[in-house]
């Protein structure tokens, strides 16, 4: 298996905006579905956010609807996770993942198959 790079990470007040990337092989083509996930410690990893390569029918947590933007630039083989108004429950390793055949994205963990190594975000208070 392929993996992901994800990028980003660090320390932010609680109310301040970061945004998390992933460079994504180009053996990931375009009938694929892009996502990120976030595990807090002593969690389990949970889906945030998840989008078809094309862009289209992005989907999110509830958690985080209106705060977070996925989003990606297939030109240079990012995908992007905005992160706004930050709180400090957002604080987690964030990984960035993919699955090919499917535009069909959900937030299931066990339906992607190609993984980065995560980075951490802090927010505090």
């Known amino acids: 298996q392929v993996r992901l790079v994800e990028s980003g990470g660090g320390s932010v007040q609680a109310g301040e905006s970061l945004r998390l990337s992933c460079a994504v092989p180009?053996?990931?083509?375009?009938?694929?579905?892009m996502a990120w996930f976030l595990q807090a410690p002593g969690k389990e990893r949970e889906g945030v956010a998840a989008?078809?390569?094309?862009?289209?029918?992005?989907s999110y947590a509830d958690s985080v609807k209106g705060r977070f933007t996925i989003s990606q630039d297939n030109a240079k083989n990012t995908l992007y996770l905005q992160m706004s108004s930050a709180k400090p429950e957002d604080s987690a390793m964030y990984y960035c993942?993919?699955?090919?055949?499917?535009?069909?994205?959900?937030?299931?963990?066990?339906?992607?198959?190609?993984w980065g190594q995560g980075t951490q975000v802090t927010v505090s208070s």
């Open positions: 180009e053996y990931i083509g375009s009938y694929s579905c």
């Open positions: 993942a993919a699955r090919v055949g499917t535009r069909r994205c959900t937030l299931r963990q066990s339906d992607y198959n190609y």
């Open positions: 989008v078809a390569k094309d862009g289209r029918d992005p």
